[in-house]
């Protein structure tokens, strides 16, 4: 189940995103829609493409200066997308962030691999990705700004307005330009005929003078003759700054001089320096977030594996979109013997949904174990949800109580689809249909309270299924489908329904890895 319940409406302030275009790259036009809304309202200017092949299209005619990309879309993918993009930027840095429901690590590699800048999964947390915004926007300006820097200094370098100083074969300063009066700070007769060694931090103002007198005398040149040395020069202020320092020798007049051309790059390795505690940072955060990932799926692995999922009666199969899944399968016998079967699906995917569903285990394993009738545990479950989860977030579900005993059971369907009974053989006998709202929207009232009684016989089975089974598409976009599900259910015996279910479901997508939790419970009566 997609969340699409995020109100970008409760961000953190806008960041500084001055005149920035975002390119927007999703084929859910509700993902596309909420991010517009979001990055508009941050002020950024906003482009949208729908699949991969778009985004390059869209690349092309307007330049964007950041890309918030999908990874699973129709046509082309993220990967694929991202690998393109890359290659027409060129020397422009236009960072590329993925927004993904996979989060395996090896999804991150794959997209760091492709040349993406970030990854953030899905649900997005509008919270980390407006700091995320605020962060690349100032890299972003920070990495303008140092390709204005550089193609001015080239200027000025090509009409000679770098920092030039030229010295004699004793040390001593002979000339100087503006460029070298404003890097270093002295007015120009301050260094004319002073030892160029005023100019350099220690240790370097001491040993320079040696420097020249071995070099010649016939010693090995370490900066003459070797452009783009890295140095450091010491302003009229005392402050130690880098340089970089190119030497030439020239003859002129029967005397030896030697022609620096300098630049400061201050600002340079200042944002070097920055990228790089950034890229420390990030590190440091990943690592944390995946300590902290393990610790929270060990806790909720102890909350869903109960010893009723082992009664012979269920079969059972959950496969996350994301590692932790929004989709619960629950079930218990009360004191009397009835099992009761719960499948529920939260909105969204990952922590945030699988945090949603604790609150519906807990009520449901003690209501059970005390011998409640299922409208009164529906009736807590619904209101332990309202008192808990969030604006927007709710959980659909699908409960039985059977009783094997008289052959009778009982169903409550809220927000998910269709419950099926088979017989023996496999053939459909009844189809039910959700006639609730899904858990923890509305109040609950009598409507809400409404029970669905069933007869069952010897040999048939309950089918339950969360949406992502049936939704799940191979790359044309064709859905697995209701049909095809009950084709698939009629052709197995009922001990290997599961896996022919699940085996018909890996054929028809062909991957292994799905954008919706997906969830099914076959409860069989013997």
């Given at each position: ?16 995103a001055?005149s ?7 084929d ?14 941050l ?25 918030l ?22 020397d ?20 760091l ?17 407006d700091?995320?915004?605020?962060s690349?926007?100032r890299?972003i ?17 090509d009409?000679?307005?770098d ?47 040696a420097?020249i ?16 040395r ?33 630049r ?37 692995d ?25 989709d ?18 939260a909105?969204?995917h ?24 299922l ?19 709710f ?9 094997e ?9 809220g ?33 809400m ?5 069933v ?51 890996y ?10 939790d ?9």
């Amino acid at each position: 189940m997609d969340d699409n319940s995020a109100n970008p409406q409760s961000a953190l302030p806008s960041a500084d995103a001055g005149s920035l275009k975002v390119l927007v790259v999703d084929d859910t036009a509700t993902n596309r829609q909420i991010l517009q809304v979001f990055l508009k309202k941050l002020g950024f200017r906003v482009d949208i493409a729908v699949d991969g092949a778009q985004a390059v299209e869209r690349f092309v005619a307007g330049a964007p200066d950041l890309v918030l990309m999908d990874v699973m879309m129709p046509v082309m993918d993220g990967f694929e997308a991202t690998r393109r993009i890359k290659e027409l930027c060129g020397d422009r840095w236009v960072p590329v962030v993925f927004l993904s429901a996979l989060d395996k690590e090896e999804n991150l590699v794959t997209g760091l691999d492709a040349g993406g800048d970030d990854y953030l999964h899905k649900p997005v947390s509008f919270v980390v990705l407006d700091a995320k915004l605020r962060s690349l926007t100032r890299s972003i300006r920070m990495q303008r700004a140092l390709d204005e820097n550089r193609r001015r200094m080239q200027a000025i370098a090509d009409n000679v307005l770098d920092g030039i100083i030229t010295i004699d074969e004793h040390g001593a300063i002979q000339s100087v330009n503006a460029a070298a009066v404003k890097i270093f700070g002295y007015a120009a007769d301050e260094m004319l005929g002073k030892n160029v060694n005023m100019l350099m931090p220690e240790p370097y103002h001491s040993t320079h003078d040696a420097y020249i007198r071995r070099y010649i005398a016939g010693g090995i040149a370490h900066v003459i003759g070797r452009g783009g040395r890295a140095v450091f020069g010491l302003r009229q202020s005392g402050q130690s700054f880098p340089l970089d320092l190119g030497v030439t020798e020239l003859s002129f007049e029967g005397h030896r001089l030697f022609v620096g051309i300098l630049r400061d790059v201050t600002e340079e390795r200042a944002a070097e320096q920055l990228l790089r505690e950034n890229a420390a940072r990030l590190q440091r955060y990943h690592d944390a977030q995946e300590e902290e990932n393990s610790l929270a799926q060990r806790i909720i692995d102890r909350q869903m594996s109960r010893q009723g999922l082992s009664d012979p009666s269920i079969r059972h199969w959950i496969a996350p979109a994301a590692s932790f899944s929004g989709d619960v399968i629950a079930a218990a016998r009360c004191p009397d013997g009835r099992l009761y079967v719960l499948l529920a699906d939260a909105t969204g995917h990952g922590l945030g949904a699988a945090i949603s569903v604790l609150p519906v285990l807990t009520v449901f394993y003690s209501q059970v174990e005390q011998g409640y009738p299922l409208g009164y545990l529906v009736k807590e479950l619904n209101r332990q949800l309202r008192a808990t989860m969030p604006s927007g977030r709710f959980v659909a579900a699908s409960l039985l109580c059977l009783d094997e005993r008289n052959g009778s059971a009982e169903l409550w369907q809220g927000g998910m689809p269709d419950i099926l009974l088979l017989d023996a053989a496999g053939r459909l006998k009844t189809r039910f249909s959700a006639s609730h709202l899904p858990l923890g929207i509305v109040d609950f009232d009598a409507d809400m309270a409404t029970l669905t009684p069933v007869e069952f016989a010897r040999g048939d089975q309950f089918v339950l299924f969360s949406d992502g089974l049936i939704e799940a598409a191979d790359e044309a976009g064709e859905q697995f489908g209701m049909a095809r599900l009950e084709e698939v259910l009629a052709k197995a015996p009922p001990a290997s329904r599961l896996d022919a279910v699940r085996a018909g479901l890996y054929a028809h997508t062909g991957i292994g890895q799905f954008s919706d939790d997906i969830s099914l419970l076959l409860v069989g009566i013997a």
